[in-house]
């Protein structure tokens, strides 16, 4: 392996600092300074750099994270498959490159395509037809145990006909709202 020149390994560390710094405003301080496009441009760039030089990849690089940490309010719960993050694209481009890629493993698929919203994702885990958990994303390995909360929502049903044990996930999202209502 080539090694890295210094100035693009001062490029990598000062990514990974301006990404990380911006993902605990956006995931732990929901506080976020930039637009998620800025955001997603530092991050291809350092995933191209790590692409370039293997040895900027490091375990703790913001590239091999999945999202934000777990809230420390919560119970933090581990899921039984991991929860993994949706990719962003900007152009018609990618979404051919990711077609060409879905069409060598499966046939006979429809695609949606919709603007980003901002939202959390959630797994809701029943057992024996009953909610038996609630839980976010958090970093896709373990999330926070938001049952209680999930219980509030009226949509969510308490009860399902169905499976044994049966998991949905999907995502909640939120509307801001002046303060006339």
Known sequence: MAPVPGNI?????????????HNKKY????????????FDMMMNALIELEE??????????????VGGEP??????????????????TYSPEDLVEFDKRI???TRGYTYTVELKIDGVAVAL?????????????????????ITHNIKTIGVIPLKIDG???????????????????
């Open 71 to 88: 809230l420390k309010e919560f119970a933090a719960v581990r899921h039984k498959t991991p929860m993994l993050s949706l990719d962003n």
């Open 163 to 181: 499976p044994g044990e049966f998991e949905a996930r999907g995502r909640f999202t939120f509307q801001k709202m002046n303060s006339a209502g």
């Open 125 to 145: 885990s029943y057992k024996s037809g009953y909610l038996e958990l609630g839980a976010t994303r958090g970093d896709g390995v373990s999330g926070d145990d």
């Open 103 to 105: 069409s060598k493993v």
């Open 52 to 65: 370039k030089y293997p040895a900027l990849k490091t375990k703790d690089s913001p590239t091999q994270r």
């Open 9 to 21: 390994q001062k490029k990598a560390l000062k990514l990974k600092k301006e990404i990380e710094y």
């Open 27 to 38: 995931y732990v301080d929901a506080s976020p300074e930039i637009s998620d496009f800025d």
